[in-house]
């Protein structure tokens, strides 16, 4: 191939100079482009280049996974990649589209439900309109972890969709102080989440050492390795995904939630370092619970308590379940009406519950997915009525 002859075939011989040469000029190039992409920082840019919604079809739910090579899914901190590959980012909202983000834990992501179970599919496959005709378009915008503070972020970030109404489902674990930075997308995006608690005045302290506040180390290329990496992977596993429509790992045994409570656990009465004592709006996050209000705006917002668990086993008298015993849900349900947060703790039955306090069967999910439903067209219909 003559083209190469000047490779191959060099008018004169290399020497260990030439070679010497080139090393370096490969180092400086090597430095000088992971400098600039520090500099830059366009991890939003790289995020936002996805094959979903263009090759493959927007996911029915964020990407979130610990099983990547059974589940076609994997977790990462990256906003722009997440919502790039979800459905609604490729989704124009249409003149007759009536758009709801359905927003919570695990339980509303939809764990051990496949995507036709979960709780925005059944209120999509009911088919929904608006009094005036509107479509009415469920987004699962859930992801696991209870924490306001993951929600409220995410929320912040799915607001440019332009909805028309969002659902907040809830629960007392979510308003726990220490909840607030457990989620690693709270943590992974510093930036964000000390804007919201600068502009809300939040009670979570900026400076908290489980930030992970990146050096211009890790903001290189060589830093964000990993991240990059993933977002690639999450590319690769979209056409298994499309194909197979598995985002999570189905097993065919788990271990189901707790039902009896042993004596040391059982007869334990703290919650999240509380003792037994009157709750009071100060002790938990609903001043995160407002921002997320504030980042709502004018858009209707619905909140609702979740359902959970309820034992009637061993020390069921002290606990309801793993996670609440009876004094602190008690307490903090006491609150809910003053915060206009639906109460709706105790409308699903014990034995459609699966791994856990909050995780529902495909029927306890239809069951939930039918009241808000309900609520969602009142709410829906009434703010239309006050155009």
């Known amino acids: 191939m003559a083209q190469w002859d000047w490779l191959v075939r060099p008018e004169a011989p290399y020497t260990w100079r030439f ?12 430095v000088l482009l992971n400098a600039l992409f520090a500099l830059l920082n366009p991890s939003a840019l790289v995020g936002r280049l996805s094959a979903y919604n263009v090759l493959l079809p927007g996911r029915d739910r964020l990407p979130y996974g610990e099983n990547p090579d059974q589940s076609y899914n994997l977790s990462l901190n990256n906003l722009d990649a997440m919502f790039s590959a979800h459905q609604i980012a490729g989704t124009p909202k249409a003149a007759d589209e009536y758009r709801v983000l359905l927003i919570g834990d695990s339980s509303v992501w939809g764990v051990l439900l496949k995507p036709d179970e979960t709780l925005s599919a059944y209120l999509n496959a009911a088919q929904y309109r608006t009094a005036s005709g509107q479509r009415v378009r469920i987004y699962n915008l859930g992801y696991p972890i209870q924490s306001l503070m993951k929600d409220v972020l995410l929320l912040q970030y799915a607001m440019r969709y332009q909805p028309d109404l969002v ?10 102080p220490n909840q607030q930075l457990e989620s690693m997308l709270v943590r992974a995006n510093p930036d964000l989440a000390h804007r919201l608690i600068a502009a809300y005045h939040l009670k979570i302290d900026p400076s908290d050492p489980r930030f992970s506040v990146p050096s211009l180390l890790d903001r290189t290329i060589v830093g964000q390795r990993r991240p990059l990496a993933d977002v690639l992977r999450l590319q690769l596993y979209g056409a298994t995904w499309s194909i197979t429509r598995i985002d999570q790992r189905y097993p065919k045994f788990y271990e189901p939630h707790m039902e009896n409570f042993s004596e040391n656990f059982g007869r334990d009465v703290t919650w999240q370092g509380f003792q037994p004592q009157p709750l009071t709006t100060d002790n ?15 858009v209707p917002l619905i909140i609702i308590n979740e359902p959970i668990f309820i034992s009637s086993g061993v020390n069921s008298d002290v606990r309801y379940d793993f996670f609440y015993p009876r004094w602190a849900y008690d307490a903090y349900r006491q609150l809910l009406p003053a915060a206009q947060i639906i109460d709706l703790w105790n409308l699903i039955s014990s034995d459609q519950f699966t ?4 995780h529902l069967t495909p029927a306890g999910s239809r069951q939930l997915a039918a009241k808000v439903g309900e609520l969602m067209m009142q709410t829906a219909n009434a703010a239309q009525q006050h155009r």
């Open 284 to 298: 938990l996050a609903f001043d995160v619970l407002e921002a997320g209000r504030g980042v709502v705006g004018s």
């Open 355 to 358: 791994d856990s306090a909050v």
């Open 167 to 176: 659902i907040w489902m809830v629960t007392l674990e979510s308003f726990a």
């Open 19 to 30: 070679a010497r040469n080139v090393v370096i000029k490969a180092l400086i190039l090597f």
